[in-house]
């Protein structure tokens, strides 16, 4: 199992907003930055969120990240039918010397 | 634009080896660092490897520690992978990325199986 930790699974309705956490340790998302993927199946991952809370261009302010600790937050407000993919953070771990990616949410639009 | 096009995926029994390429185009080489992340069929994201920029640092996951060698050539813009000792385990989706994730390929088979 992965260092850090997301639910398997979350779902929103149309216009909601949903919240995906990612929850590691000090040697990784408590001292380093947090990205966040999206993956549409088939699909190559997209970046979402990069060092925590910043937006790539031509990413909509829909999606935000936060971070408290050594929990990181991403949060998409009035969720559409096109938001439905899986989800992923990604950290350093210095303690492992690696790269670590959660295990990976799935949104589902209902 | 930026590109990453992977190529030497494929079929190899286990214990075989595979090199796999990764030509890149629309920026600067070698200011990036470079990665290898694998996703088994079903499965999620997997780190594998990372090299710095000018390529004389280089990180590995535990699970092909030993096994696999990740090496970059900035005249030719071009990332490698040997993988060697292949297990049945090894078998995914192969995506070359730019720096730690700004940018993904679309990724190149491999598949161990005897």
């Known amino acids: 199992h992965s260092v850090v930790t997301q639910p398997l699974s979350t779902s929103g309705t149309p216009g909601q907003r949903v919240s995906i956490s990612c929850s590691g340790s000090a040697s990784n998302v408590g001292n380093f930055s947090v990205n966040w993927y999206q993956q549409v199946p088939g699909t190559a991952p997209k970046l979402l969120i990069y060092d925590d809370d910043q937006r790539p261009s031509g990413v909509p302010d829909r999606f935000s990240g936060s971070k408290s600790g050594t929990s990181a937050s991403l949060a998409i407000s009035d969720v559409q039918s096109e938001d439905e993919s899986d989800y992923y953070c990604?950290?350093?771990?210095?303690?492992?010397?690696?790269?670590?990616f959660g295990g990976g949410t799935k949104l589902t639009v209902l | 634009e930026v590109r990453l096009v992977e190529s030497g995926g494929g079929l190899v029994q286990p214990g075989g080896s595979l090199r796999l390429s990764c030509a890149a185009s629309g920026f600067t080489f070698s200011n990036y660092a470079m990665t290898w992340v694998r996703q088994a069929p079903g499965k999620g994201l997997e780190w594998v490897s990372a090299?710095?920029?000018?390529?004389?640092?280089?990180y590995y996951a535990e699970s092909v520690r030993g096994r696999f060698i990740i090496s970059r050539n900035n005249s030719t813009n071009t990332l490698h992978l040997q993988m060697n000792s292949l297990r049945v385990d090894d078998t995914a989706l192969y995506y070359c990325?730019?720096?730690?994730?700004?940018?993904w390929g679309q990724g190149t088979f491999v598949i161990v199986s005897s």
């Open positions: 990604a950290v350093w771990d210095d303690s492992l010397d690696a790269w670590v």
């Open positions: 990325v730019k720096g730690f994730g700004d940018f």
């Open positions: 090299i710095d920029g000018t390529g004389e640092n280089s």
